[in-house]
């Protein structure tokens, strides 16, 4: 399978309306929440070290996105906060979730040292887990953390 990774510039409703109501019927709120908070310019992506990434299938589809912002929880300025990650129940174990947290990833570790998220589930708790990210109840409402080591 070819995907293609790319940060959105701009948030287009008509094309993440199948992962919202995807989301929705699964129970997951995240990308309702991404929605009205982009729509409402609360939270567009558009600072400094922020950004969100959408993965594109073969015909151009939508069907993962995830963005990083700083951490409004923290006063810690290199603490980034990996949000409204979502992937399609049809492309989950296909590795795309995990291309999509190393392209944040990279991405981040021109801005921070320290990378946290927060998640509730069983599944979500493995897949952090098994990309580095370790359990932790230090950052505020953050239930994972992973210290990144910028590449040189």
């Given at each position: 399978m070819h995907i293609k990774i790319d940060v959105m510039t701009q948030l287009v409703y008509d094309e993440i309306a199948p992962l919202l109501q995807e989301s929705m019927n699964e129970g997951y709120s995240l990308i309702d929440r991404l929605a009205n908070e982009y729509f409402s310019g609360i939270n567009r992506f558009t600072n400094r070290g922020e950004a969100l990434f959408g993965v594109y299938d073969e015909e151009e589809r939508l069907i993962a996105l995830g963005g990083i912002n700083r951490n409004p929880y923290s006063k810690e300025?290199?603490?980034?906060?990996?949000?409204?990650?979502?992937?399609?129940?049809?492309?989950?174990?296909?590795?795309?979730?995990?291309?999509?947290?190393?392209?944040?990833?990279?991405?981040?570790?021109?801005?921070?040292?320290?990378?946290?998220?927060?998640?509730?589930?069983?599944?979500?708790?493995?897949?952090?887990?098994?990309?580095?990210?370790?359990?932790t109840a230090y950052y505020e409402k953050s239930s994972h953390v992973c210290y990144v080591h910028k590449k040189q």
């Open positions: 300025e290199k603490v980034g906060r990996l949000r409204q990650f979502y992937v399609m129940k049809s492309y989950r174990r296909q590795r795309i979730g995990t291309e999509l947290v190393q392209t944040i990833m990279d991405y981040a570790q021109n801005y921070y040292s320290t990378i946290v998220l927060s998640t509730d589930s069983r599944e979500g708790d493995l897949f952090y887990r098994s990309l580095g990210f370790e359990r």
